[in-house]
């Protein structure tokens, strides 16, 4: 049957499901109670996201960005008009839930963090004041050697990485108790780490902890942190490219404890961009011969990717996507031999406000070579921020939701990051429409809904 004009009018319309009429459905424990968010790294991200948690909450700004705040659902077929908030779809936790906590190696509070990092209008900061003053960051667990561009004061000691772990253990338990949060979750919003390649010490469980004892030096801070984490069963995401919980020994314990763990490096800008421009010319068969990606990044984080050893981390991860999403295996005539540069330019003057350069050399029908350009004047902590808060809530999501929980890594989640995660020996998918595919119909299954494959004939029997 062809859709009609007054059926497709209807397939437009949204209607309300509410949370409850399908909890039968599933057996998603609901989001009764306070979620604690516990950020290692209270600078430009984490406190753009946090004060903009607060003025959505106030009702003085929108959630602009975010999936878990604005975006829908389709269920059933285009003709059912079923299309509910994913919020109101999913027992989410709410906005007015969320109590923050953070580490950073400065003594700064959010406020005055927020009033340095200069993404935010003062204007805005003020109204919020109250809320972000009152977060002040813990002691961090911080090795110079890993960021070699920053130092602070407000750093942990201990005898061993170990003893430091357990440091932060008794933080977590502290605002667990101090804030009255029924559960928690911890999101690195820190600094980027020296590039590391997975050694002996990342291959088990019990080789990280002998490791950890020893204060092996392949164990990152970043690492310490998950660890905690991940012993305390609270969720761990990784917002930076360090390598944290990408190696056996973290997956490991994210298996065992049922912790869910997820992907790195937040895909926010310029990799946004691309992991949607390279799946369109794989689409359409274009050739591709050299992308060229340059950047300019005037706040801390460019002066620490300054820093060549936290650079190659980046470069790694914003590098990957184009070989996963082109497949020159399958395709050599076309993508067997590109040329791939990433830079970033440490450039005060921009502050936050990055300016990202892409030069693409495409070629098309009998070899004939094309250009584009593509220059994207972003705010690097505003695209940030609601992918915190989508990554928050959904981790949450999971670990109300046994299916999910006991998998440990979350790879419906990989529509937020340069470098996805998956189960060992899968390729991740850095296609942003096969992710949102992927993240979506996850949704619909933990509800028991149909799931969305776009095939279509059915309408026309
Ligand atoms: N904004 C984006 O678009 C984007 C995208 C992808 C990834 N990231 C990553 O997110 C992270 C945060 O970015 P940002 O712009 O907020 O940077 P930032 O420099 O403003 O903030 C990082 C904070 O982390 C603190 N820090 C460093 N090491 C720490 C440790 N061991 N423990 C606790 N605190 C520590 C620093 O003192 C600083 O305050 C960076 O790693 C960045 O690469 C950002």
């Not at 357990?166 to 933080?171: A, I, V």
């Not at 926010?268 to 691309?274: A, M, P, R």
């Not at 300016?355 to 070629?363: P, Q």
Request: a neutral charge; hydrophobic letters at 40%.
């Amino acid at each position: 049957m062809a859709i009609g004009k007054k059926s497709a009018r209807h397939a437009a319309a949204s209607v309300e499901v509410k949370p409850e009429d399908r909890s039968h459905n599933s057996n998603i424990q609901p989001a009764k109670g306070k979620l604690g968010v516990m950020i290692p790294g209270m600078g430009a991200v984490a406190t753009t996201f946090v004060a903009g948690v607060e003025a959505v909450r106030k009702g003085i700004s929108s959630p602009i960005g975010s999936l878990t705040q604005m975006g829908t659902i389709r269920l059933g077929k285009r003709t059912e008009g079923r299309s509910p908030k994913i919020k109101e779809f999913l027992p989410l936790a709410g906005l007015d839930d969320l109590v923050f906590t953070g580490w950073d190696i400065f003594e700064d509070d959010m406020h005055a963090a927020a009033s340095k990092a200069g993404v935010l209008e003062r204007d805005l900061l003020d109204k919020v004041k109250d809320r972000l003053s009152s977060i002040k960051p813990l002691k961090a667990v911080f090795d110079h050697n890993y960021v070699k561009k920053i130092d602070g004061p407000n750093v942990k000691k201990g005898k061993n990485k170990l003893e430091l772990a357990e440091q932060l253990r008794q933080d977590i338990q502290d605002f667990k108790k101090s804030s009255g949060a029924a559960r928690l979750i911890t999101i690195w919003c820190a600094s980027t780490e020296s590039f590391i390649e997975p050694t002996a010490a990342h291959q088990s469980l019990k080789s990280l902890e002998k490791a950890m004892k020893e204060n092996d030096e392949s164990i990152a801070p970043s690492m310490v942190y998950a660890y905690a984490s991940l012993m305390e069963g609270v969720p761990f995401a990784n917002g930076a490219p360090n390598l944290t919980v990408d190696v056996p020994a973290m997956v490991e314990l994210a298996h065992n404890r049922e912790v869910p763990i997820c992907g790195k490096d937040f895909k926010t800008g310029q990799t946004l961009i691309k992991t949607v421009l390279a799946p369109a010319f794989k689409a359409r068969l274009l050739g591709l011969s050299g992308w060229y990606s340059t950047n300019i990044l005037g706040n801390r984080d460019g002066e620490v990717l300054d820093d060549p050893g936290s650079f190659k981390t980046k470069e790694e991860s914003k590098l990957g996507a184009l070989e996963h999403i082109l497949q020159p295996q399958l395709y050599p005539e076309l993508y067997g031999n590109i040329f791939h540069k990433v830079r970033i330019n440490y450039y005060p003057p921009r502050g936050d406000n990055k300016e990202g350069w892409d030069n693409i050399d495409i070629f098309g029908w009998l070899g004939y070579p094309m250009q584009i350009k593509v220059d994207f004047l972003c705010r690097d902590s505003i695209l940030a921020a609601p992918i915190v808060l989508d990554l928050v809530l959904f981790l949450d999501l999971a670990q109300r939701s046994p299916e999910l929980r006991r998998l440990g890594i979350q790879e419906w989640l990989s529509f937020y990051f340069k470098s996805p995660m998956t189960a060992p020996g899968l390729y991740p998918e850095h296609d942003l429409f096969i992710q949102l595919m992927k993240l979506k119909n996850t949704l619909r299954h933990l509800r028991g809904e149909e799931l969305i494959t776009h095939l279509g004939l059915e309408y026309y029997d």
